[in-house]
Every structure is written in structure tokens, then in C-alpha cells.
Antibody, heavy 123, light 108 residues
Framework: QEHLVESGGAVVQPGRSLRLACAASGFTFSHYGLHWVRQAPGKGLEWVAIISYDGSNKDYAKSVKGRFTISRDNDRNTLYLQMSSLSAEDTAVYYC????????????????WGQGTTVTVSS | EIVLTQSPGTLSLSPGDRATLSCRASQTISSNYLAWYQQKPGQPPSLLIYGASTRATGIPDRFSGSGSGTDFTLTISRLEPEDFAIYYCQHYGNSPFTFGPGTKVDIK
């Protein structure tokens, strides 16, 4: 059974940093592109970032570019999201999700999702 | 950046009704790289449809997707009690992989 489990969510003050992790199991982690998607309280889904299977390609939403960094450790089957200069607008549940097919490309729908981890930015 | 618009914002229907949800893109979505997701309260989204019309694994055939270019539709032929949820479309043909604002299907 394919699983993604996020961790690292916390209450953090504005301007501070936080790192989220997403542990994968049940599939060959190193073969898949991976995303971070977030959802502010009571709001819709916002795509945040993507990383290719080997970490060589990354892309970000405008709202987080320059502040967030996506990375992965294929030896540890873990995806990360390093977040800095956090503001109240970053308050959300953060989900990691898998691109549907194993491939050097990552242009696939998101077929496996974690349960999410909550980040609250507040003084 | 492709902007997705979903309509209606809320659809109030009864079990057994047919639901028709629309997703419109601000520019052509290449190769029909359009997906639909279902989200229930307190749960992550789950993939229903990809490639505009292909059901994901395990999705019942009462769910169908259609459309191309800039106009896409998700149809639920006969609503079951478990289908009352929020539905999002997303394009994934290029970055940013934007989502639509969602359509809530609630019980009339």
C-alpha cells in the first residue's frame, strides 16, 4: 500500500523558518515526481512546489518562490519543504502528493496524497 | 499562468440526481492535462479523473469526465450519499499546476 506521511507542522512566529518532511512507503520513491500542495483554513487547494524524481528539476508557485525550497532524499524515501520568512498567509495544511506515473517527466495528475500537516503562523 | 474557473460554486442536489460540474481554463490545456479531485471534510483530496476523461483506479463509473481545450466537465450520473463533497479541477501540463476554486456538491 502506497503511503505518504507528512510531519513537521507547528505554530511558528512570523518571519521564522520551518521544515516539513514527507515520508514515503509502499512504492519506489526515487522513480516519482513529488508535489507540495497547501490548503488555508476553509479555502481551496493551492499548488506550492514540485520536484522531479532525481531532484534535478524543481518549480514553485509565485507566492512561495524565493522563500520555500523543495528537496528530497531518495536514500531516506523522504521529501522536504524548507520554508522561510513565513507570514500569516502561509498558514495552511500542507500536503505532499505523488505524480501518478514513474518517469523523468512529472506532468501527471496527483494520485497519492498524505493526510497533511498543519502550519500556523502567528505571533 | 493558466487560471481555472469552476461553476457553479455550490450545487444543491438530492441523492440519485445527476450532477454536472464545469471547469473552464483561461488558455488551452495541452494534451488534456486536466484532472478532477474529490475532497471530503477533514480528508486529503483524492484523484477521480485524469487526462480529462480517464477514471483513476477504483473510481466507479458513475463518475465521468469530458471536454478539451478550455472547457471541461465532470458528471456524476446518479449521486450516492458519499458523493457529497467538494470537487476541484487542476491542470498539470505545465507549471504552475493550478487548481480551480472548487465546486461544493451538497444535499438539497
Amino acid at each position: 500500500q502506497e503511503h505518504l506521511v507528512e510531519s513537521g507542522g507547528a505554530v511558528v512566529q512570523p518571519g521564522r523558518s520551518l521544515r516539513l518532511a514527507c515520508a514515503a512507503s509502499g512504492f519506489t520513491f526515487s522513480h516519482y515526481g513529488l508535489h507540495w500542495v497547501r490548503q488555508a483554513p476553509g479555502k481551496g487547494l493551492e499548488w506550492v512546489a514540485i520536484i522531479s524524481y532525481d531532484g534535478s528539476n524543481k518549480d514553485y508557485a509565485k507566492s512561495v518562490k524565493g522563500r520555500f525550497t523543495i528537496s528530497r532524499d531518495n536514500d531516506r524515501n523522504t521529501l522536504y519543504l524548507q520554508m522561510s520568512s513565513l507570514s500569516a498567509e502561509d498558514t495552511a495544511v500542507y500536503y505532499c502528493a505523488r505524480a501518478r506515473l514513474p518517469n523523468y517527466s512529472y506532468y501527471f495528475a496527483l494520485d497519492v496524497w498524505g493526510q497533511g500537516t498543519t502550519v500556523t503562523v502567528s505571533s | 499562468e493558466i487560471v481555472l474557473t469552476q461553476s457553479p460554486g455550490t450545487l444543491s442536489l438530492s441523492p440519485g440526481d445527476r450532477a454536472t460540474l464545469s471547469c473552464r481554463a483561461s488558455q488551452t490545456i495541452s494534451s488534456n492535462y486536466l484532472a478532477w479531485y474529490q475532497q471530503k471534510p477533514g480528508q486529503p483530496p483524492s484523484l477521480l479523473i485524469y487526462g480529462a476523461s480517464t477514471r483513476a483506479t477504483g473510481i466507479p463509473d458513475r463518475f465521468s469526465g469530458s471536454g478539451s481545450g478550455t472547457d471541461f466537465t465532470l458528471t456524476i450520473s446518479r449521486l450516492e450519499p458519499e458523493d457529497f463533497a467538494i470537487y476541484y479541477c487542476q491542470h498539470y501540463g505545465n507549471s504552475p499546476f493550478t487548481f480551480g476554486p472548487g465546486t461544493k456538491v451538497d444535499i438539497k
